[in-house]
C-alpha cells in the first residue's frame, strides 16, 4: 500500500485548549458566588452499573433520547451499534435503519456514499449534505464538507439521526440532516476487548478502559483496522483513539472533554466499463490491452486517500427542566491527501466552533429552546498534476487559501394544544461565507449568503402506543470548497492541467412531510414501526459529474427546478416460540423518486440513489444454558436497476441486484461471538457508480461490490 512520508504536526494550538478551558470554566462563576465551587472527595464506587451510570456526566441515554425524536414532528432514527454483532464499517451500525442510504465503494474503512432524502448524491469524494455530530458538536468541516472514513462506530453508544429538515442543532441546514455519534463513556463499560478477521485480509482489533469515581468517569479507546481488499489495488488501514473525561459538581454541572485522534490510508481501484463488473470483479483498469486501459492504468497512478485527523472538544451543561443550558467548543486539524489519478488534492484545515444551546419548560403548555453556533475553518489546498506513468506528483496547477465562516441562530417552541396535539415551530437564520484566494495567480472569489430555514409542524398522539405527525419545512445548502475550486486534468496531458474558482449559488429546497410510529401489541410479541412520506421541491441543485474516465470535472447549479421524494418505512419485532426460542426480525424499505422537473433533462430521473432499498433480517433465537444463539439469513435487495446518468442511457444504469447473507451469534454475560457470511451467493454487481451527464455503459464508471466473504469475531465487554 502506498503512502507518502509521515507529514510533520504541531502540537495542538493554544487557542484551541484555551477554548476547551472556557468551556470547562465558564459555568464555574455563578458557581462560585454561590458558594458552591467546592469539589467532593472522589471515591469509587461497587454500585450497580444502572446506579453507577445514572450518575455519569453527559452520558448518551436511550430513553431521554428516544424521548427527546418523539418530540420530533418528522422522521428520526435511533441506532445502538453496540448490539450490532459486527462494527467493522459505518454500514454495519446503519444497514437497517430507513431513510439512510449507504452505498459501499470498496467495502472497507474508505468512503461510502451517505445520502440522506438525496442529500449530496454526488459528492464523492468527499461528502456533503449531512451535518455529522459528535457528541452534539460538528464534525464537518466549516464549508460543509466531510471525510466519512474517519468515523469509528465501534466508540458509538447510539447514533441518533434526524433526517431532512427535522434538525435540532442550529448549525443544520442542509436537505439530508443531521447524524449525531454520542459516545461510550466510562459509565457504559469499565473494559472491552473485541477483535474481528474475515476474507480478503479483514483484520480489526479494538480495546478499550473505563474507569469511574463518584462523580467522574473516564474512557479511553484504541482500535485498528486492516484490509487487504476484494479487488486489486484496495487495501485499506485506519488507526484511531478516542478518549473522553466527564465530571459533576453541585448546582447540576456537568462537563465532558473529548479527545480523539484517527489516520486513515486507503488504495482506490476506481471505477471499471459494465461489463467488467461480471467477468472480472476484482480487476482494474491497466489489467486488459483496450486503449482505456493503457490510459488510465491504476496501478501505475496509483489512486488513493490519506486522512490525519486530530479532533478536541469539551462540553459543559448546567440548570434544571425549567432552564436547562449547554456550552460546547471544539477544535480539529485534518490533513488529507486525495489522488483521483489524474491529480493530487492536498489539503491541511483547521477548524474551530463553538455552540449555545438552552431550553426551558415551566411545566404548562410551552416549551421552548434556542441555539448559537459560530464555525470557522481555515485550508491550504494544493493541487498538482499526476505522473501516468508512475503516480508521482508533477507541477503544482493550482495553490489556494480557502476560508468558511458560519454564523447560526435558531429558536423554536413546542405548544401543546391539547393532551394529545402539540404545535413545534422552529426558526433558524444563518450567515455564511466562502472565500477563495489563489496563491498563484491573484485571483479570488468571495461568497457570502444570508438565509432563514422555517419549520412548523404538529404531533397527534391518540394513544401511548402510537403518534403521527406533519410538517412543512426550508432547506439551504452552501457549497463546499470541493465543489468551489474546481481541477480539469486530461488523463494523456498532464502538462496542460489548470484550476479555477467557480460561482455557485445556494441549493433551497422546500419539503413536507407527514408519517408516524409506534408498536402494535404489547410485550415480546409487540411489533414496532415507523413510516414517513415526504416531498421536496428543490431549486438550484448541486450538480457534480464525471468524466469518460470517471473523474470528477466539476459542479452546476441545475438550472430547472428538480423533486425529491420517496417513502421511509421500518418495521421490527420479535416473536415468541414458547419452548423454541423466538424469532427476531427487522427491516427498512426506503423509496427514493428524484427526477428533473424543468430544463435540460426535464422528466428524467437524477442518476445516484436506488429507487428500492429494502433490508432484512430474521434471526432466531435459542437459549442454551447460561448463553443465547441467534442465527438466520439476512437480505439487501435493489429490485430496480438505477440510472447512472442524468440523461438515463439505455443500457448504462446499475443493474438490479440481491445480496443474501447468513449470521450465527453466540453471548453469554461479558462474551460475545459472531460468524458472518455475506454475499453467499457470490452475485457479481456494481455497488455504486460514477455519475455523467450522459454515459454508455462502456465507459468506465461501475464499482465492482465485495464478493462472498465470511468474518468472524469475538468481544468481551464488562
Known amino acids: 500500500m502506498s503512502s507518502l512520508p509521515p507529514s510533520s504536526r504541531c502540537p495542538l494550538p493554544a487557542r484551541a485548549l484555551v477554548l476547551s478551558l472556557a468551556g470547562m470554566l465558564a459555568?464555574?462563576?455563578?458557581?462560585?458566588?454561590?458558594?458552591?465551587?467546592?469539589?467532593?472527595?472522589?471515591?469509587?464506587?461497587?454500585?450497580?452499573?444502572?446506579?453507577?451510570?445514572?450518575?455519569?456526566?453527559?452520558?448518551?441515554?436511550?430513553q431521554a433520547e428516544r424521548e427527546r425524536l418523539e418530540r420530533v414532528p418528522g422522521g428520526t432514527n435511533l441506532a445502538l451499534p453496540q448490539q450490532e454483532a459486527r462494527l467493522a464499517t459505518l454500514r454495519d451500525a446503519l444497514d437497517y435503519q430507513p431513510g439512510i442510504v449507504l452505498q459501499d465503494f470498496f467495502g472497507a474503512t474508505d468512503q461510502p456514499r451517505l445520502s440522506v432524502r438525496g442529500s449530496g448524491i454526488q459528492s464523492n469524494p468527499v461528502n456533503r449534505g449531512v451535518l455529522l455530530l459528535q457528541d452534539?458538536?460538528?464534525?464537518?468541516?466549516?464549508?460543509?464538507?466531510?471525510?466519512?472514513?474517519?468515523?469509528?462506530?465501534?466508540?458509538?453508544?447510539?447514533?441518533?439521526?434526524r433526517r431532512g429538515a427535522n434538525t435540532l442543532s442550529p448549525g443544520a441546514t442542509t436537505l439530508g440532516g443531521e447524524l449525531d455519534f454520542q459516545s461510550l463513556t466510562g459509565a457504559d463499560e469499565r473494559a472491552a476487548v473485541r477483535a474481528e478477521a474475515g476474507s480478503f485480509g479483514r483484520q480489526a482489533l479494538h480495546g478499550a478502559l473505563g474507569l469511574q469515581g463518584a462523580q467522574w468517569d473516564g474512557r479511553i479507546a484504541v482500535s485498528g483496522d486492516r484490509f487487504d481488499g476484494y479487488r486489486h489495488h484496495s487495501a485499506s488501514r485506519r488507526d484511531a483513539l478516542h478518549a473522553n473525561w466527564g465530571f459533576q459538581v453541585g448546582n447540576g454541572l456537568e462537563n465532558r472533554t473529548y479527545l480523539s485522534w484517527t489516520d486513515l490510508d486507503f488504495d482506490i481501484p476506481t471505477v471499471v466499463p459494465k461489463e467488467r463488473v461480471h467477468s472480472n470483479p476484482r480487476g482494474v483498469m491497466g489489467e486488459g490491452n483496450t486503449p482505456q486501459d493503457k490510459l488510465i492504468n491504476v496501478l501505475q497512478r496509483d489512486p488513493r486517500r490519506e486522512a490525519r485527523q486530530w479532533r478536541l472538544a469539551n462540553r459543559a451543561r448546567w440548570g434544571s427542566d425549567a432552564l436547562r443550558q449547554e456550552v460546547g467548543v471544539y477544535w480539529q486539524d485534518t490533513d488529507d491527501l486525495f489522488n483521483n489519478q489524474t491529480s493530487y488534492s492536498i489539503t491541511h484545515s483547521r477548524t474551530t466552533g463553538a455552540q449555545w444551546q438552552a431550553r426551558g419548560d415551566t411545566g404548562g403548555p410551552l416549551a421552548w429552546r434556542a441555539g448559537l453556533s459560530w464555525a470557522r475553518s481555515r485550508m491550504d489546498r494544493d493541487l498538482d498534476a499526476t505522473s501516468p506513468a508512475t503516480g508521482a506528483p508533477l507541477q503544482r496547477f493550482g495553490a489556494y487559501d480557502l476560508s468558511a465562516d458560519n454564523l447560526q441562530a435558531q429558536a423554536g417552541a413546542d405548544w401543546r394544544l391539547a393532551p394529545a396535539w402539540t404545535l413545534v415551530g422552529q426558526w433558524a437564520w444563518s450567515r455564511q461565507s466562502r472565500d477563495s484566494d489563489s496563491r498563484q495567480d491573484g485571483s479570488a472569489l468571495d461568497q457570502q449568503w444570508s438565509f432563514s430555514t422555517p419549520k412548523i409542524g404538529v404531533v397527534w398522539t391518540p394513544a401511548s402506543s402510537v403518534r403521527w405527525w406533519a410538517n412543512l419545512s426550508r432547506s439551504q445548502e452552501a457549497p463546499t470548497f470541493w465543489e468551489i475550486v474546481a481541477a480539469t486534468v486530461a488523463p494523456n496531458a498532464p502538462a496542460a492541467a489548470r484550476s479555477e474558482l467557480v460561482r455557485l449559488r445556494l441549493q433551497r429546497a422546500t419539503t413536507a412531510e407527514v408519517g408516524g410510529a409506534g408498536h402494535w401489541g404489547e410485550g415480546a410479541r409487540a411489533l414496532h414501526w415507523q413510516l414517513a412520506v415526504y416531498r421536496s421541491h428543490v431549486a438550484d441543485e448541486l450538480m457534480s459529474t464525471t468524466d469518460e474516465n470517471g473523474v470528477k470535472v466539476g459542479t452546476y447549479n441545475y438550472a430547472g427546478g428538480t423533486r425529491h421524494q420517496g417513502i421511509e418505512a421500518g418495521l421490527s419485532g420479535s416473536w415468541p416460540l414458547g419452548s423454541m426460542g423466538a424469532l427476531d426480525w427487522r427491516g427498512s424499505w426506503t423509496v427514493s423518486d428524484f427526477r428533473f422537473k424543468d430544463g435540460l433533462y426535464a422528466g428524467n430521473r437524477i442518476a445516484g440513489v436506488p429507487r428500492h432499498l429494502l433490508n432484512a433480517e430474521l434471526l432466531w433465537r435459542v437459549a442454551a444454558g447460561s448463553g443465547t444463539w441467534r442465527f438466520g439469513p439476512n437480505l439487501r435487495w435493489m429490485p430496480l436497476s438505477t440510472p447512472t446518468d442524468h440523461a438515463n442511457t439505455p443500457g448504462s444504469g446499475q443493474d438490479a441486484y440481491a445480496l443474501l447473507g447468513l449470521k450465527v451469534e453466540y453471548r453469554q454475560g461479558p462474551w460475545s461471538a459472531f460468524v458472518l457470511a455475506d454475499n453467499v451467493t457470490d452475485r457479481r454487481y456494481a455497488s455504486a457508480f460514477a455519475i455523467r451527464n450522459q454515459a454508455s455503459a462502456a465507459q468506465p464508471g461501475y464499482l465492482p461490490g465485495l464478493g462472498r466473504s465470511v468474518s468472524a469475531g469475538l468481544s468481551y465487554r464488562f
Open 27 to 62: 459555568p464555574w462563576g455563578a458557581l462560585a458566588q454561590s458558594g458552591a465551587a467546592q469539589l467532593p472527595a472522589v471515591t469509587v464506587r461497587a454500585d450497580s452499573a444502572d446506579a453507577a451510570a445514572a450518575s455519569a456526566p453527559l452520558r448518551p441515554s436511550v
Open 136 to 161: 452534539g458538536l460538528p464534525l464537518n468541516e466549516a464549508d460543509g464538507s466531510f471525510v466519512i472514513g474517519l468515523i469509528e462506530p465501534r466508540s458509538a453508544a447510539l447514533i441518533s439521526a
